[in-house]
């Protein structure tokens, strides 16, 4: 599969323009701004590269298929990612259990799948949930939404990074699990992305 490099960042006139994190998407896909506009507060120079130090984008994916002639209204990611120079957990593990509590003690939330990744040279971590939600208040029918996050720390930065990833589809979420870790296991956050494959990233994985 062939795949492009998709740059995040931010820019404005007084502080000049930085970036959140690059990654690469398969080619077919297309990435696309959202209505909100990115924040960003702190540039770090790194190597020619500035990086946005705290602040968040969001992001929409189309994942489009080999032969899909047009895109159906639900089959979209959004992608929001969040950096900070503070950093809010000790390690992943300390992440992974908040998140996983988080989740076990809503029933409107089912935990899929847990693991953990390596992203450029950082220990990154994993959590795919669903959620359901009422459409119409408490007496509408039931949603189900699913949830992609990820967490790492770049210590060449000095930055924690989240990202959530959010699909209105469960299914769509689901059956583009590869693409998705593959994504995030591509991410550059101190140098460009990198073309690496998932196969020998991932450090542990939970089906659950
Ligand atoms: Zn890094």
Same mark, same amino acid.
């Given at each position: 599969? +062939?795949?492009?490099?998709? @740059?995040?960042?931010?820019?404005? =006139?007084?502080?000049?323009?930085?970036? $959140?994190?690059? @990654? %690469? =998407?398969?080619?077919?896909?297309?990435?696309?701004?959202?209505?909100?506009?990115?924040?960003?507060?702190?540039?770090?120079?790194? +190597? +020619?590269?500035?990086?946005?130090? &705290?602040?968040?984008?969001?992001?929409?994916?189309?994942?489009?298929?080999?032969?899909?002639?047009?895109?159906?209204?639900?089959?979209?990611?959004?992608?929001?990612?969040?950096?900070?120079?503070?950093?809010?957990?000790?390690?992943?593990?300390?992440? /992974?259990? *908040?998140?996983?509590? *988080?989740?076990?003690?809503?029933e409107s939330k089912k935990l899929k799948e847990i693991g953990k990744i390596k992203i450029?040279?950082?220990?990154?971590?994993?959590?795919?949930?669903?959620?359901?939600k009422k459409k119409f208040g408490v007496f509408g029918a039931a949603i189900c939404e699913? @949830? $992609?996050?990820?967490?790492f720390y770049c210590e060449e930065t000095g930055r924690e990074i989240f990202l959530k /990833?959010?699909?209105?589809?469960?299914?769509?979420? %689901?059956?583009?699990?590869?693409? %998705?870790?593959?994504?995030?296991?591509? /991410?550059?956050?101190?140098?460009?992305?990198? *073309?690496?494959? &998932? *196969?020998?990233?991932?450090?542990?994985?939970?089906?659950?």
């Amino acid at each position: 599969m +062939d795949y492009k490099e998709v @740059f995040l960042g931010a820019g404005s =006139i007084l502080r000049g323009s930085g970036a $959140f994190i690059y @990654f %690469l =998407i398969p080619e077919k896909w297309i990435a696309m701004p959202t209505y909100i506009p990115p924040e960003a507060y702190v540039l770090k120079s790194i +190597d +020619d590269y500035a990086w946005i130090m &705290v602040g968040n984008a969001s992001m929409l994916l189309i994942p489009l298929e080999e032969n899909a002639d047009k895109v159906r209204e639900k089959n979209f990611f959004e992608l929001n990612v969040k950096v900070d120079d503070r950093r809010h957990h000790e390690n992943i593990d300390e992440w /992974i259990e *908040k998140e996983r509590k *988080k989740i076990e003690k809503k029933e409107s939330k089912k935990l899929k799948e847990i693991g953990k990744i390596k992203i450029c040279n950082h220990e990154g971590a994993y959590i795919v949930w669903l959620e359901y939600k009422k459409k119409f208040g408490v007496f509408g029918a039931a949603i189900c939404e699913a @949830f $992609f996050s990820c967490n790492f720390y770049c210590e060449e930065t000095g930055r924690e990074i989240f990202l959530k /990833i959010r699909s209105k589809d469960p299914n769509i979420l %689901l059956s583009k699990r590869n693409e %998705l870790l593959s994504m995030i296991s591509s /991410i550059g956050c101190h140098s460009r992305a990198a *073309k690496k494959t &998932v *196969k020998n990233k991932i450090l542990f994985l939970n089906e659950i």
